[in-house]
């Protein structure tokens, strides 16, 4: 019959309407308290139209999230390596990124001069990553992950925006807050929670005891 289409549409919004106040009702007039309230009401199970009042409110995001790369250094109490970087400065991130937006400069051994296995200096110019993932997945050490933190904004782009070695590091122990299951997951292929060489390290110790 003609106009149902827009009774059953007057209908599902009418409904909307009044389940946002019965869920204001059950929740006690209270968004965010208790704190679980908010990942339920904007969740599957929410009812009514609720809207996330950002940045008051922030929607969790899922820890395949990707926004601009990070390196990972040993957690700050390591007992052996404390703050020491996972980044060899192999170069491969800064070869596989597709804007070239990754700047590595190796270190060398005072002494010797030869090449070190550890970066100096590593920037990334954060206005020129598109988040594509490509360092982190690349990585054989597993120094480079993608964050979560997408509030970047700033009034000067030319030197706030390209981000240095000292504030790109992050413990390890965040990388493990923020991508709990990949981080357990990456551990089993390394074969232990430590970075390879260090597991290497003690495999070899291990076997020279024997």
């Not at 390196?71 to 990124?97: F, M, Q």
Request: charged residues 30%.
């Amino acid at each position: 019959m003609y106009g149902t289409g827009i009774w059953r549409g007057m209908w599902i919004t009418l409904r909307h309407f009044v389940n946002t106040y019965v869920d204001d009702v059950k929740w006690g007039f209270q968004r965010h308290v208790p704190p679980e309230a908010f990942p339920v009401r904007q969740g599957l199970q929410g009812r009514g139209s609720f809207t996330v009042e950002y940045p008051e409110e922030k929607i969790a995001v899922p820890e395949r999230f990707r926004f601009i790369p990070f390196l990972i250094v040993e957690n700050y109490d390591h007992p052996e390596r404390p703050g020491h970087d996972w980044c060899t400065s192999c170069g491969i991130c800064a070869k596989v990124c597709p804007p070239q937006c990754i700047w590595i400069v190796r270190g060398t051994d005072p002494e010797t001069g030869r090449p070190k296995p550890e970066p100096v200096d590593f920037y990334i110019d954060i206005d020129i990553c598109m988040n594509c993932g490509l360092c982190a997945e690349f990585c054989p050490f597993d120094a480079i992950k993608m964050d979560h933190d997408y509030e970047l904004a700033s009034y000067d782009r030319t030197g706030n925006h390209i981000f240095d070695k000292q504030h790109l590091s992050k413990e390890f122990r965040y990388w493990q807050s923020i991508a709990p299951t990949v981080a357990e997951k990456e551990a089993e292929a390394r074969g232990g929670w430590e970075h390879k060489d260090v597991l290497k390290a003690r495999a070899k110790e291990a076997k020279a005891k024997d």
